[in-house]
Structures are given as structure tokens and as C-alpha cells.
């Protein structure tokens, strides 16, 4: 689990760093032989540029021991992990310096109310 984690944080992390054409070619075979190479049982893959779907591929299987392969429309349970993706994406906006670690989220969104305990 811990691998294809880190295999979305890589993806994501340098994403934003690659040039703006990519050769999807390229990239579907680096990501298939990724998994093949890491033994990740699966994963989905999607590219959004400007608004519009890019890339969108499955790899591997659904299920080990199962021939149903995924595809870009499969649900993958990743628990709490949506925590580390919204930390991951802050940190790339302070880096950018469009957030300050410091501001209060009040400032950002200020419909946003958590109730307080007196």
C-alpha cells in the first residue's frame, strides 16, 4: 500500500514540474513498467492540463488472483490518505508563496466555521 502512495505522491510531486508537453506515449510505458517493476497489484491514472482529461489509463489488476484490470473510472479505498494529499498540494501552494503556512483559515475561507466547545 505504502508503494503505491509514494508512487502517487512521485507522479503528482513531479507533475508539476515537467515541461508542459509531455509524451503520453512515454509516460504509459514508465508507468507500466513501474508497476510491473515495484509489483503494485493496481492503479489509475489521470492527467488533467488546463481543464481538460489528458491522460487517463488503468494498470495491473483490480483484485491479486483476479484478471479484471482497473481503469480510469475505478474507486480505490485510501482511507485518511486524503490528509497527505491536501498537505502535499498546501505545501506546493506555499512554495509557489500563494499561502503562508501561518494564515488562519478563516482568511482563505471564511464560510468555513468549526464549532467551538466552551
Known amino acids: ?13 513531479t507533475m508539476s514540474t515537467i515541461a508542459q508537453e509531455v509524451d503520453l506515449k512515454e509516460l504509459d510505458a514508465y ?3 513501474t508497476v510491473n ?12 492540463k488546463d481543464g481538460e ?9 483490480m483484485e491479486i488472483g483476479k484478471g479484471k484490470s482497473p481503469d480510469e ?4 479505498a485510501i482511507a485518511s490518505n486524503t490528509k497527505a494529499f491536501t498537505a ?20 482563505i475561507y471564511p464560510i468555513l466555521k468549526f464549532m467551538t466547545v466552551p
Open 1 to 13: 500500500m505504502k508503494k503505491v502512495f509514494f508512487l502517487i505522491f512521485l507522479f503528482v510531486g
Open 88 to 107: 502535499a498540494i498546501i505545501a506546493q501552494l506555499v512554495e509557489e508563496g500563494k499561502l503562508n503556512w501561518m494564515i488562519k483559515y478563516s482568511v
Open 53 to 61: 482529461i489528458v491522460f487517463e489509463k488503468g494498470y495491473g489488476v
Open 31 to 33: 508507468i507500466s513498467k
Open 73 to 76: 473510472h475505478t474507486l480505490y
Open 37 to 48: 517493476d515495484w509489483g503494485i497489484p493496481g492503479v489509475s491514472v489521470g492527467i488533467v
